[in-house]
């Protein structure tokens, strides 16, 4: 699913921009996402020092997608993007069982984040592909999901190398985004 | 639509030219001066970047087989290539006894930059592996050369961080770069030590600071991009008079981590969040300079 057929579904919004931010500890698969997304060569990915920005824009209407570097050192820089966000992406890298507590105790401070407030999530489960990845549901109950009553999310299996789930959460995504919008 | 047609008639002059005017063109100076074409670039382009990217040009416009195999020539059978050709083009050594030299160098040139992509692709492939203990080596070699004072504690450890990797395991940073970004960073360490060392620790610079280790792996990415494109030709002509190896590639990233280094001090940018910014700035940098016919992208300190 390109970035385009996104923007094209998030049409029925009245806003001119609509803005997507892409957070998660590093090596979590953000920047590689982001370029499927854009159906860009996800061969020679390098680690993100600051952020990567994707825009598209049609009939003066436009999809910005932030992709910010998930290293400790710059996590204290990504709530100078929170303003104006429409909708959270949280990328989990799923094989990568011993940062667990880490990613959850990240996800819990942002969902905190009074910028944040109402803004829907949606969790990427990622890397699904490797064998050793834990299912959704296992991470879904690891990080205490249902306790979230504040905003609409969801949580969906992927794999940011092959493509697989993609689609499906950029079309929640994209049903989110029109539904909080009216 | 006048630049439409305008565009049609440069097309039909382009084919025009290819197919028909410049074969004539060719065989019309070739019997005034009783030079090919290949001899008069060996002789009237001064060696390097002028000379090989003309003679490149003319091998890969040739509709003779002998002429275009000799782009992608095996390293050992330069001789006989220059050789065939000079049979093909029916060139004499005693009337020009600088040719063959010269036209084996160009022909050591182009197709060693080929080779030398191959190369550095196949590295760029190999993922870091902790499994083997060559790449273990490596990476641990990396960190005495960067910091001889200091012992790591453990091969897991946050002290990575000192050294500019993201989190306390480096494997994880090297993604698609592979052992090429190993190799580059531990090869500017090795050679240019003392340099290595000051570009550290500017990089920890309280507000200027940026990750040395990442930002390392980034110009290697960097450097292959720009190998891949053939933007790197002119640099290598100029510097390499031979085959280039991985060697020479190792070079140029030094000469890029330390210019980068000078350049983002000289900017001064507001966080290390602004990095893609300048990177493309600096990158644009680059490229301006490799259009420039006699470039040479080589680090100029002295030694260790």
Redesign the interface.
């Known amino acids: 699913m390109g970035l385009l057929s996104i923007l094209r579904k998030l049409k029925s919004t009245p806003d001119q921009e609509v803005r997507i931010l892409l957070l998660g500890l590093?090596?979590g698969g953000k920047t590689t996402l982001l370029k499927q997304l854009a159906s860009e060569d996800?061969?020679?990915?390098?680690?993100t020092?600051?952020?990567?920005i994707k825009s598209v824009q049609s009939q003066g209407f436009k999809l910005n997608v932030w992709d910010i570097g998930?290293?400790?050192?710059?996590r204290p820089?990504w709530r100078?993007y929170f303003e104006n966000t429409d909708v959270l992406i949280y990328v989990i890298d799923s094989a990568d069982r011993k940062r667990f507590e880490e990613t959850g105790q990240e996800l819990a401070e942002l969902l905190d984040e009074e910028k944040l407030s109402g803004v829907p999530v949606l969790i990427f489960a990622n890397k699904q592909d490797l064998l050793t990845a834990a299912p959704a549901s296992e991470i879904a109950e690891g990080l205490n999901l249902h306790t979230i009553r504040d905003r609409l999310w969801q949580i969906q299996s992927c794999s940011a190398l092959t493509g697989e789930g993609i689609q499906d959460g950029m079309n929640w995504v994209c049903k989110s985004v029109n539904s909080k919008k009216k | 639509m006048r630049r439409v047609r305008a565009r049609m008639l440069e097309f039909l002059w382009q084919h025009f030219y290819t197919s028909f005017l410049r074969f004539w063109l060719k065989w019309f100076i070739r019997q005034v001066t009783r030079k090919c074409e290949l001899q008069r670039i060996c002789s009237g382009y001064k060696q390097g970047a002028p000379r090989t990217v003309q003679a490149e040009y003319s091998l890969e416009s040739s509709k003779n087989k002998v002429l275009r195999a000799a782009l992608n020539v095996e390293e050992n059978m330069v001789e006989e290539c220059a050789e065939a050709i000079m049979m093909e083009k029916k060139v004499v050594s005693q009337k020009d006894p600088t040719f063959k030299l010269n036209l084996q160098v160009c022909l050591l040139q182009i197709s060693g930059y080929k080779r030398l992509y191959v190369s550095v692709e196949d590295l760029r492939k190999q993922m870091f592996d902790s499994e083997k203990a060559e790449h273990e080596n490596m990476l641990l070699k990396l960190w005495d050369l960067l910091v001889p004072s200091v012992k790591l504690e453990s091969r897991i450890t946050k002290q990575w961080g000192d050294i500019g990797f993201q989190g306390d395991d480096p494997k994880t940073d090297f993604r698609g770069m592979g052992m090429l970004g190993l190799t580059n960073l531990v090869f500017f360490s090795e050679n240019y030590t003392d340099v290595a060392r000051q570009v550290l620790s500017h990089s920890n610079h309280p507000k200027l600071g940026y990750s040395y280790a990442i930002v390392g792996i980034n110009l290697t990415e960097m450097a292959y991009s720009l190998l891949k494109s053939g933007a790197l030709k002119p640099h290598f002509y100029n510097t390499v008079p031979q085959s280039p190896k991985l060697e020479h590639f190792h070079q140029l990233y030094c000469y890029l981590a330390y210019e980068f280094d000078k350049f983002w001090i000289e900017e001064k940018p507001e966080s290390i969040m602004e990095f893609n910014r300048y990177r493309e700035k600096f990158h644009d940098q680059v490229k301006k300079q490799l259009e420039e016919p006699d470039v040479t992208l080589y680090l100029r300190v002295d030694c260790k």
């Open positions: 590093d090596n996800i061969s020679h990915i390098t680690p020092q600051g952020f990567n998930g290293q400790r050192k710059i820089y100078n």
